[in-house]
């Protein structure tokens, strides 16, 4: 995070960061987003903390039910279990 601070206080304004934090429950699922909207002071960019896999955002917190989970009315469970 220093690096960062250290970053944009020189100017730098091209800076690319993507985070995946995976939680065994969505109760510290939440805990993780509330501490990056005080962390990053996102005043009014929070959709940039997303919750959802099926769309990220710079920081993702997902639980590791929803990257392991097979998708509901998928027809093609079995082949896709074989992928």
């Given amino acids: 995070m220093r690096i960062i ?3 944009l206080r020189a100017g730098e304004r091209e ?7 995976l939680s065994p429950n969505s109760a ?3 805990q993780w987003v509330a ?3 005080e962390l990053f002071h996102l005043d009014g ?3 940039v ?4 896999p099926a769309t990220p955002g710079i ?3 997902l639980t590791y039910q929803s990257v392991t989970q097979p998708r509901h009315g998928s027809d093609d469970l079995n ?3 074989r992928a």
């Fill in 28 to 30: 510290i699922q939440a």
């Fill in 49 to 52: 903390v997303a919750t959802d």
């Fill in 5 to 7: 601070w250290k970053q």
């Fill in 35 to 37: 501490r990056a909207k």
């Fill in 15 to 21: 800076l690319h960061i993507v985070a995946l934090v």
């Fill in 45 to 47: 960019h929070e959709s």
């Fill in 79 to 81: 082949a896709r279990a």
């Fill in 59 to 61: 920081l993702s917190s």
